[in-house]
């Protein structure tokens, strides 16, 4: 076990003696699978600034922080077994436990509608049942990924090429003939510096977080399918909530969703800061894109089906894709 862990079962161990079951305010310790300060926890650290302002003697929130305190790829595990009672996350680092969490990057639909039409109460409910957690909120669906290489190609063919990925795009890179090699993001930076890999994958956004633009040399497009962060609940904890500390938490997490809007401007102008650094795009013109997405999308859904035979089919179906 790494010190990190050590020090939240500490304070996990600490919380839970020290708020009475009476109280009329609950403290919950959330943790991040992804750097501190960075793309996909920020919009999150935006949440919990509101919960902690919004929320004044009904429930706060104690960030216990990043990769440092649990590693990414054990988050999903952390929630579900209450070493964490909250956590910024996305799908790709708990398939161990959920195979259908790789279907969320397939599913790219304002959350808005989400709620609206079943698809959000589905997912909750496969996180209730695998995860034991509530799904509180979904970020960054209109966040495309992409491929990044440090060799150019003139076709779509990742032949020799050994690229870092996660869940994500493990099945695309595979299927074009690449030798995928899953990595946290925390180890993306030396991957790359030492030449152990020849490319990653990754959103449109954050690569310039971690220094990753110093040892980026092109980004292929197109752009294909969507981010998924989710804000995960402990169900336990979830559960023994009343009604005012979830309205607290609900409100905050359709706040949440709705600074989805700000990705547009953010995806544009992330590709303009990419151009700026001298990374370059690998375009094989819109026939070849088209194919691929069309491609990068069966594959998904055929993974996730053979995975998840009983309930990827209504997933795919949720999606409409
Ligand atoms: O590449 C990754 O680590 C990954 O799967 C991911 C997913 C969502 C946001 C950022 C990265």
Do not use: C
């Not at 009904?58 to 070493?83: S, W």
């Not at 495309?144 to 440090?150: A, K, T």
């Not at 497009?221 to 009604?243: K, Q, R, S, T």
């Not at 979830?246 to 990419?274: F, Y």
């Amino acid at each position: 076990m790494k010190p990190g862990i050590l020090t939240l079962l500490a304070t996990a161990i600490a919380a839970t003696f020290a708020v009475p079951a009476s109280a009329q305010q609950v403290t919950l310790r959330a943790v991040t699978a992804f750097a501190e300060g960075t793309q996909f926890s920020k919009n999150f650290e935006r949440f919990i600034e509101k919960v902690n302002q919004d929320g004044k003697g009904v429930i706060q929130i104690n960030y216990i922080g990043g990769p440092r305190a649990v590693p990414p790829f054990e988050v999903g595990n952390a929630v579900r077994t209450k070493v964490a009672d909250m956590a910024n996350v996305t799908g790709a680092f708990y398939t161990n436990l959920m195979p259908e969490a790789d279907a969320l990057k397939l599913i790219g639909k304002p959350m808005s509608e989400q709620r609206k039409d079943g698809t959000w109460a589905f997912i909750n409910e496969l996180h209730n049942k695998k995860l034991n957690s509530h799904y509180l909120a979904r970020q960054f669906h209109n966040v495309p990924f992409h491929i990044y290489l440090n060799k150019k190609i003139d076709k779509l063919d990742f032949s020799g090429l050994k690229i870092r990925v996660t869940p994500v795009y493990r099945d695309i890179v595979q299927a074009l003939g690449g030798t995928p090699i899953t990595t946290p993001p925390g180890e993306v930076f030396t991957a790359l510096e030492r030449g152990v890999v020849d490319g990653y994958g990754w959103p449109v956004s954050g690569i310039f977080d971690l220094g990753w633009d110093k040892v980026t040399k092109f980004r292929m497009e197109p752009p294909f399918y969507a981010v998924d962060v989710g804000v995960l609940v402990n169900l336990d904890v979830w559960n023994g909530l009343n009604d005012a500390q979830r309205k607290v938490l609900n409100d905050a997490a359709v706040w949440l969703e709705a600074l989805d809007s700000e990705n547009v401007a953010a995806n544009k102008s992330e590709v303009e800061r990419q151009t700026k650094a001298g990374i370059g795009p690998i375009d094989f013109g819109p026939e070849e894109s088209k194919r691929f997405l069309e491609r990068a999308r069966d594959i998904g859904w055929e993974s996730v089906i053979k995975r998840a035979p009983d309930t990827g089919p209504k997933l795919r179906q949720l999606a409409g894709n």
